[in-house]
């Protein structure tokens, strides 16, 4: 089954949690699943940018990337972090290579030019596609892609996106039939109990009400867009639970939510049909 797999940054924080996952994704690889791995940046990237001097700067959740900022997005996430996801999952038996957009221009962005405020933000892009022919072949050779969020650009320059949208899209354009996020809460939140599910109708209403906020939005419409372009099975799944991306990867029942499409009541008896 072809499944992206999404990482959120602060699970690259620590070695034993990055080790952890980085099992799960071996032996999902070595059971014959084609993954593609995607990752955000999260705490350390901010930090980076603060020992650079650089200050970071959000509209609608989304990253202000002037030239430095980008740089050190290519630096930190291309670079540090990408490196060490692979590294992770090298180190538990499978092999895996980091990817840049830029490399084999696997991955193509446009520029968001202008924020809904109105506001630049700079090299901030949405994927525009996916060099799936190349990602088939590493597949074929066993090899697992990790995908830093860049895309390249139609000027030649690499752009920030956000690592929600950027799985979303990665499934979507590599007709993957599960999208995981790994995240640094256990799922969906109401309160303090996980939403076992959340039906795509009910997502502005969550929004809306502040039940749901900051990156947590991003994440629902990115998964939202992700039914949309035909993904079947959408989780969002904490990163720091054992096991958790394995449970997720056997689809149904698991830990953390279930993003469903439309009102849910069609996608939740699909699932009852073993697949
Ligand atoms: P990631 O690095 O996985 O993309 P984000 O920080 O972008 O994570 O989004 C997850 C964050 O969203 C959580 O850590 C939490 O602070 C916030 N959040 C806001 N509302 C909720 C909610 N209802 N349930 C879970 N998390 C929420
Ligand atoms: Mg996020």
């Not at 799922?187 to 502005?204: D, M």
């Not at 969550?206 to 039914?227: D, H, P």
């Amino acid at each position: 089954m072809r499944m992206v797999v999404k990482l959120a940054g602060a699970l690259l924080e620590d070695a034993g949690g990055m080790r952890a996952i980085a099992v799960q994704i071996a032996a999902l690889a070595a059971g014959g699943h084609q993954l593609l791995v995607v990752h955000g940046g999260g705490k350390i990237f901010t930090a980076t940018l603060a020992r650079m001097g650089i200050e970071s700067r959000f509209i609608n959740g989304l990253r202000v990337t002037d030239r430095e900022t980008r740089d050190a997005a290519v630096m930190v996430l291309g670079g540090l972090l990408n490196k060490r996801v692979a590294a992770a999952i090298t180190q538990a038996g499978r092999p895996a290579i980091g990817l840049c957009a830029s490399d084999a221009a696997c991955f193509t962005a446009e520029p968001m030019a202008l924020s809904e405020g109105g506001g630049s933000l700079g090299f901030v892009g949405y994927l525009t596609a996916a060099n799936v022919p190349f990602l088939e072949s590493l597949w074929a050779a066993g090899v697992v892609p990790v995908a830093a969020c860049l895309g390249l650009g139609p000027d030649g320059e690499l752009y920030n996106i956000n690592a929600d949208h950027m799985a979303a899209a990665c499934a979507e354009f590599c007709s993957a039939e599960r999208l995981i996020y790994l995240t640094d809460v256990a799922g969906v939140l109401e309160g303090k109990r996980v939403l076992k599910s959340v039906p795509c109708a009910r997502i502005e209403e969550l929004i809306r009400s502040n039940r749901v906020s900051g990156g947590m939005v991003l994440k629902l419409e990115a998964c939202r867009r992700a039914l949309d372009g035909g993904v079947s099975q959408v989780h969002i799944v904490g990163g720091t639970l054992p096991h958790s991306l394995a449970a997720a990867a056997n689809g149904g029942r698991g830990p953390g939510t279930r993003v469903l499409a439309g009102f849910g009541a069609a996608a939740a008896s699909a699932t009852a049909v073993p697949r």
